[in-house]
């Protein structure tokens, strides 16, 4: 039984920073690629990016380049989302996400939930104007 679980969220106003948090249980975490989502009120779940297996790969949606950063602690068994200069737009509950089908990090499918195969509860993130 492989279970995720986020941390960290919380209210904060525009401008901060947040650090998101999802330790993995069960299976081997460093056989997984792991992704983070999101979903706003009255809207679909969007990807926020993703890292590759061993940490030395990453990939962002435009919207979160620059400000967000996934990096990952394989020995941990955790996954972490910095989030800086965060804006309102930002307000969403966060998903954390494990794909172990997947050969390998691909920039044409990391935003797809489809490929992923365990989620997390999620994570309230509140940022206020």
């Not at 999802?22 to 990016?49: D, N």
């Not at 797809?112 to 994570?123: I, N, P, R, V």
Request: charged share 20%; hydrophobic share 35%.
């Amino acid at each position: 039984q492989v279970q995720l679980v986020e941390s960290g969220g919380g209210l904060v106003q525009a401008g901060d920073s947040l650090k998101l948090s999802c330790t993995v249980s069960g299976r081997t975490f460093s056989s997984y690629v792991m992704g983070w989502f999101r979903q706003a009120p009255g809207k679909e779940r969007e990807s926020v990016g993703a890292i590759s297996r061993g940490g030395g790969t990453t990939y962002y949606v435009d919207s979160v380049k620059g400000r967000f950063t996934i990096s990952r602690d394989n020995a941990k068994k955790t996954v972490y989302l910095q989030m800086n200069s965060l804006k309102p737009e930002d307000t969403a509950v966060y998903y954390c996400a494990a794909d172990f089908r997947s050969p390998g990090l691909r920039v044409a499918t990391f935003r797809l939930a489809a490929k992923y195969d365990y989620w997390g509860q999620g994570t309230q993130v509140t940022v206020s104007s």
